[in-house]
């Protein structure tokens, strides 16, 4: 579909959304380019998807607009939506429907003309793969061939833009692998924007990333620019008392926290019964070892393991959404 | 337009791909036949006003009851599934939404009441009918489906369980369906007003052969409301 202005595919500005005394999504602004793909991300009630059903004009925002290709969400909903090709959480599909009475459906609802219905519904089916799936009920289909049909009812009409919701969560590693395949050759010629949690996903798929926490934009760079974002050198350790059961984890932060030189301070994975790991980012140009070594003898802890590592994305990530968020137990490296 | 054609047919489909669709045609017209035809038989002639004329125990009241469990899955079970956001967010209004779930499911009842259009064909054939009669009587229990049809459909739009949809829809049209026999024991100055409003009152006019517009229009202002209803409800979805 042609688009005539030039400028961002999507642009939101101080997009706020607020249901009853929660507020959802707090003042975020961002904008994705043409052939961008765009990885959103943030902890569990972050608001990635309100925010995208915000984008999509299935929900009104309490404040702020959203403009795709240049045209207001909320004065055009429907122009907007054509340009719009969107697979909500969870692929929510029509379960009583056949595969390719889903995809007729879907062709005739996005309005791709009845001449081309064949042609657009084949292409679908070849690149998403569902040649062997057409005459079974979707209620039928494993999560990867759902996702997999409602990858291809989003793609059907050839939108401007791509919103994937969540698109590979509950799938097994093969199927993860198959459908972020899949993402990228879309990206190559489509704008897409994908929420995840699955920070090796973005960092795989993406070329920008827009991080928020608690439905606030936190973070919006490039996946390498993010791993190396604002952080020094990362300091891991790990530490066990004496005797007895590990220390106590709140305690240990606080203490560690105080050390000069400590810009932030995350739980990572110990080293097996009764120990605790840290990773401890350093401010910039600062070498916060010796005092770390201090702090933990000083608590009385047995020292196991203190070395330098490189920064990653999920640094950046932890410690921009850790406020928000604290749910999150061991690193998954 | 073409849109509205397109989710009828959905909505018709998803019925006859279900149980739904053939009970409610078995349960109607084995139901409706038996009324016409015992009559027959005891009476010797064939009263096909039976058909028509609501009551205690007609097709009319049976449609109280089927047509809110044919329209209580149409938004609430879309909501429930989350297939209503996929809905929302596709190039369709809500209207055309409303419009063409309101036809799929006025498409399973005009099925069913062309199906016991054999009645009168068989009566026709045993001897003289008065088609003109018949077809008000006709005319008459579409448009009564129909003003059934937008209320639970509306009732549908409101909630997320089909449940509450099918009680809350049959509910009011069960209230407007009987007020009409109750209206004697109504205070006098209620009296009217009960008689306008009730479903059965018009119905049973119509099915009298008479097709009077003031009847017409009480059913088609009683659906549209509904259907606006369902309308507003919907779009309460975005906020
Ligand atoms: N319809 C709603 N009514 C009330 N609160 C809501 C509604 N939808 C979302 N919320 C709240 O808004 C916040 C953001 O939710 P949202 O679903 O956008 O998060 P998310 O980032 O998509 O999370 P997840 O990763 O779990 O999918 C949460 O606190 C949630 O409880
Ligand atoms: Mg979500």
């Known amino acids: 579909m042609a688009t005539p202005a030039s400028g961002p595919v999507l642009e939101t500005r101080g997009l706020t959304k607020r249901f009853g005394g929660t507020l959802a999504v707090n003042g975020v602004s961002f904008q994705v380019q043409r052939g961008e793909i765009l990885g959103f991300l943030g902890p569990n009630g972050a608001g990635k998807t309100t925010t995208l059903r915000m984008a ?26 054509r340009r719009i090709g969107y697979l909500p959480e969870n692929a929510p599909l029509y379960d009583d429907m056949q595969v390719l009475d889903f995809l007729r459906l879907a062709a005739a609802l996005r309005e791709v003309p009845a001449r081309g219905r064949r042609a657009a519904i084949s292409a679908m089916v070849s690149r998403c793969g569902l040649a062997e799936v057409l005459g079974k009920d979707i209620r039928q ?15 059907i009409h050839d939108p401007d833009l791509l919103i994937l919701d969540e698109p590979t969560s509950g799938l097994d590693p093969n199927q993860i692998a198959e ?18 949690h699955i920070l090796p996903e973005v960092q795989a798929t993406c070329d920008r990333i827009v991080i928020i926490a608690d439905g606030r934009l936190v973070a919006d760079d490039t996946p390498a620019a993010l791993a190396a974002r604002g952080s020094g050198p990362v300091v891991r350790l790990v530490v066990r008392a004496q005797a007895g059961p590990p220390p106590g984890l709140d305690e240990l932060r606080a203490r560690l926290s105080a050390v000069p030189g400590v810009a932030a301070v995350l739980p990572a994975d110990g080293e097996g019964e009764g120990s605790l790991g840290m990773r401890v980012q350093a401010a910039q140009g600062a070498d916060p070892r010796p005092g770390l070594f201090a702090a933990v003898v000083a608590a009385g802890l047995v020292l196991l393991d203190l070395h330098r590592e490189s920064a990653t994305l999920e640094d950046t990530f932890r410690r921009l959404t850790l406020g928000a968020d604290e749910s999150e137990g061991g690193r998954h490296a | 337009m073409r849109k509205v054609a397109v989710l009828a047919r959905r909505e018709l489909r998803a019925y006859f791909d279900s149980p739904v669709a053939y009970i409610v045609l078995v349960v109607f017209l084995l139901l409706s036949g038996w009324l016409v035809f015992s009559t027959l038989f ?34 609430a079970e879309e909501r429930k599934s989350g297939s209503l956001e996929l809905l929302c967010s596709l190039p369709v209004s809500d209207w055309q939404v409303v419009l063409g779930k309101f036809l799929g499911a006025l498409g399973l009842a005009t099925v069913a009441l062309a199906l016991t259009l054999a009645y009168p064909l068989t009566v026709t054939w045993l001897g003289p009918l008065d088609w003109g009669g018949v077809l008000a009587g006709y005319l008459g229990l579409l448009l009564f489906s ?3 049809l937008a209320i639970g459909l509306a009732c549908s739009a409101l909630t997320s369980n089909q449940i509450v949809a099918f009680i809350a829809a049959f509910g009011i049209s069960a209230v407007l369906y009987f007020v009409y026999w109750l209206q004697f024991f109504l205070p006098e100055w209620l009296a009217p007003a009960a008689d306008y409003l009730a479903l059965s009152g018009h119905l049973d006019n119509l099915a009298r052969g008479v097709i009077d517009l003031r009847d017409v229009t009480y059913y088609l202002t009683l659906t549209a409301g509904a259907l606006l209803l369902s309308e507003r409800a919907l779009a309460r979805q975005h906020a």
Do not use: C, H, N, W
């Not at chain 1, 004009?57 to 055009?76: I, K, Q, Y």
């Open chain 1, 141 to 155: 289909l494993s999560k990867g061939y759902r996702q997999r049909v409602g990858l291809a009812q989003a793609m």
């Open chain 2, 146 to 148: 129909a003003a059934l």
């Open chain 2, 42 to 75: 005891l009476l010797g002639e064939a009263d096909l006003r039976q058909l028509f004329t609501p009551g205690l125990l007609s097709p009319a009241l049976l449609l109280v009851i089927l047509a809110p469990a044919i329209t209580m899955r149409l938004v």
């Open chain 1, 56 to 81: 999509t004009g299935t929900l009104r925002p309490s404040a702020g607009e959203v403009r795709v290709a240049g045209l207001d969400v909320s004065a055009a909903p429907l122009e907007t939506r």
């Open chain 1, 179 to 196: 459908i972020r395949t899949l993402i990228r050759e879309l990206g190559r010629e489509k704008t897409v924007i994908l929420s995840t």
